[in-house]
Every structure is written in structure tokens, then in C-alpha cells.
């Protein structure tokens, strides 16, 4: 069966509204887009489905103390708690970072591509993250990468939902979310979970931060092991060490090295539609590029390729695929004085 004969048998079974037959029809889809690699898509239309069909059972009822009611204002809640809900391309081939940082990601994979074996021998499947380092060195991509490769649905966090001022409001928050990714099997990504899990005893938390603390522990320990938790943060030392504990991995990022650099920018240049006018001058920019981030370095580069096709336009010179290494070595420099300021 092709993929044109279910769209004519949706639609069929849409207008007949026979319900039966159009989810049928659908799971058939979703399972034939899975076989034939296409999972982003079957992952979003799953999504779908789930959330439509939860939807209609709750606009089924007129009770407003009836259980599927609560679970309708509840399932409203919680898409306010979310910033982004997403699949993702991103494989290893789009992360450059230390060797050792790809070979722990593997093993972490590894643990749940196997997991029916792990489960056979009672053993426990790692599914709590930690990524923590400087500031655009990779953090929030290879989160991208690990949903991309375990082709699992991302939940983004909005913190600035989460958090309340309300007494006691974050701690419930927060157990929605978790509920949630028990529910849908999904990854959860906390970005600057510092601002979450402060150390319990900073003078300045008043006792909320501790029953916040106190209330992701909880709920890290009762986490199923077919869902996962990434968090990423700036500040590990701002993290509460009991928290650190309960990851299974944390993984430290640093800001690239020259042999890194080299790699970003053959990354970042794959396609072959530009090359540098002077390569000489690419080696000594990757030196002043030491102690930038790969964000930083990445940015300057494409604004360089910009910046070299604006000047060719107003000079009324013929377009082509060169780079102007001078325009990226300035905005290194630019980007270097910015840093230290």
C-alpha cells in the first residue's frame, strides 16, 4: 500500500466520519512511514493522534468535577509549561566535540537501543543527563542529537512558566511536566537548570528552592526508564549536590580546540558552495579564535560569507563562492573584545 492510498483512505473515512476506520488507517500509516524511514513524520503524527483523540474524550463531558475533565484542564496546564515540542534531524555527524564526550553520548544510546537485553539481566537503563560547560559549546545541540539518534520525541521546558511565585506552585509544575514525559515515553529538557536546582542552602531561597530541590528528586527517582530527562546548565557548581547525584551522566563541555575549530568549519562549509580566498589566513584566524565558543565561531564565520557576498553587490563585481578571510578575522577580533568585557 502506498503512502497516496492511505491520504485517500483518510479522507474517505474523514468525511464518512467513521472514526474506527480512520484511526485504524492512521496507525497503518504511522507504522508504514516507521518501515520506511521516515520517523520524524511518524513521530509528529503519532503526537497528533494521542493529543486529538485525549482532546475529544474530554470535550465528550459535561461534568465538571468528572475525572476526564480535571485531566482536560490539566493537559491545557501543561502545553502552557512547554516551550517546544519537536523531533529531530540532528545526528552526530552535526556535533563537533571531544572524542570522549561522543563516546559517552554512545554508550548512553547504546543502553537504550538494548534495553530489552539490559532489562533481561534486571539491569538499570540510564535516562538522566546532565551537560554542563561554558556558554554555546554544544549543549543544547547534542541534546538535539540524542533525540535525533534514539529518534524520540523533546519536550522543551519554558522555565519561565515553571517557575511561580505562588508558594508551592513550581514544585506542582514541575510533577505535571514529569507526568507527562511517563506518559508519552519523551525526552524533557531543562536548559539553565541551575535556575531549578540551586544548592538547598543559599541563604536567599527561603525554603522554596529546598521544597523545588526536594520535589525533583522525587520525582527523578520515580522516573520511568522508557522516559529520559536532559538538563544543561552554565553553572554545575550552582547545581545541589544531591541532584548531581541522581544523574546517571554528566557530561562536561569545553570550548574547542584548535583541531575542533578546523572541524566546525568544515562542518559548517560541507556544502561546498563557498571556499576561503586566502588560506593562508585561515590558520592564523584559528588561532585567534582560541577561547571563543563554537557558537561564537560559527556565527562569525557565516556573517564573514554574508558579508563577502554584500561587498561583491556593491561593487558591482561578478558573484563568487569566496570568502573574505580579512571581514572574518575582523569579526573575531570584534567578537574577542566583546568577550572580555
Known sequence: MSQFSFIKDIAKYGLENDQE????????????????????????LQSILK?????????????????????????????????????SDYTF?????????KKELTYFIKEHQTADLLRKYDLP????????????????????????????????????????????????????????????????????????????????????????????????DYLP??????????????VDDALLRRFDLSVKFNLPTKKQIEELIILTLKNGQFVFDNKTKVDEIIKLSKGLSYYSIQKTLITAIKRSIFNQVEKLKPLTPKINTSVWKELIIEEKKNRSK
Open 93 to 101: 555527524e552535526n556535533l563537533v566535540c571531544d572524542s570522549k564526550i
Open 51 to 87: 493529543d486529538t483523540i485525549r482532546q475529544q474524550q474530554a470535550n465528550g463531558l459535561t461534568k465538571v468535577g468528572s475525572e476526564n475533565y480535571i485531566q482536560r484542564t490539566e493537559d491545557r496546564e501543561v502545553n502552557e509549561l512547554i516551550l517546544e515540542k519537536l523531533t
Open 21 to 44: 476506520r480512520l484511526l485504524a488507517v492512521l496507525n497503518e500509516l504511522i507504522e508504514y512511514s516507521k518501515k520506511n524511514k521516515k520517523i520524524n513524520f511518524a513521530l509528529q
Open 225 to 238: 526508564q522508557n522516559s529520559m530527562i536532559i538538563a544543561a546548565t552554565n553553572q554545575r557548581e550552582m
Open 125 to 220: 537503563i540510564a535516562n538522566k543527563v546532565l551537560l554542563y560547560g561554558p556558554s554555546g559549546c554544544g549543549k543544547t545541540l547534542a541534546s538535539y542529537v540524542l533525540a535525533g539518534e534514539l529518534q524520540k520525541m523533546m519536550v522543551v521546558v519554558n522555565l519561565g512558566a515553571i517557575v511561580s511565585a505562588k508558594l508551592g506552585e513550581t514544585s506542582k509544575n514541575l510533577a505535571k511536566i514529569f507526568r507527562r514525559a511517563a506518559s508519552e515515553e519523551c525526552i524533557i529538557f531543562f536548559d539553565e537548570f541551575d535556575s531549578l536546582g540551586k544548592v538547598r542552602d543559599y541563604s536567599q531561597d527561603h525554603g522554596e528552592m529546598k521544597r523545588v530541590v526536594n520535589t525533583i528528586l522525587q520525582l527523578f
